[in-house]
């Protein structure tokens, strides 16, 4: 079962656009401070600088949508979020540090720190999908993750009492 949560192009333009505006604001306000006080100047460009980078990091993105298939989540450009035998809890709800319309796993094993902005990132033990995501398709691949698990535990207690039954006949 293959499951594909999609950013929509028009949203990364609309998240692009804004972040362009906010650091021409705040570059503007840095150069016009820059004549009375240079100490909250620097701190303004510093804060440009950030906007930019982040807008950078949005623009040059290849990711346009984190699949989930056959035990592993991963996005369209072939970087590989996770694998769900390392997933230990997913979390989804209202009240969670989460991206918007998305959920959040949490891995057994640390990570490298990864991202692609309004669809996943990975810090340490936690993995969250979603940002500018359909909510529903971001929902059904949450429940999807949670089948597969629920599936795969299955699959290994059956193994585990076959391997008892064969102990017993055995002995």
């Known amino acids: 079962m293959k499951i594909e949560v999609r950013r ?29 006080s240079t100490v909250p100047a620097v701190i303004l460009a510093l804060f ?30 072939g970087v590989e979020i996770c694998h769900v035998d390392d997933v230990s809890e997913l979390e989804k709800g209202l009240h969670l540090f989460k991206p918007s319309s998305g959920f959040v796993l949490k891995l057994k094993t640390k990570q490298q720190i990864a991202w692609s902005p309004g669809l996943w990132w990975r810090i340490g033990h936690r993995v969250g999908v979603g940002g500018a995501t359909p909510g529903r398709r971001a929902k059904a691949m949450a429940d999807a993750i949670m089948m597969y ?12 009492i076959q391997a008892k039954m064969k102990q017993r006949k055995k002995g």
């Open 48 to 77: 440009a600088a950030t906007i930019g980078w982040f807008g950078q990091a949005l623009f040059f993105t290849k990711a346009r949508a984190v699949i989930f298939e056959d035990g592993r989540l991963y996005d369209d450009s």
């Open 8 to 36: 929509p192009e028009v949203l990364r333009w609309i998240m692009l656009s804004a972040i362009v505006a906010l650091f021409a604001m705040t570059l503007m306000a840095a150069i016009d401070l820059m004549a009375r």
């Open 149 to 160: 698990q629920g599936a795969e535990a299955t699959e290994k207690a059956v193994a585990e």
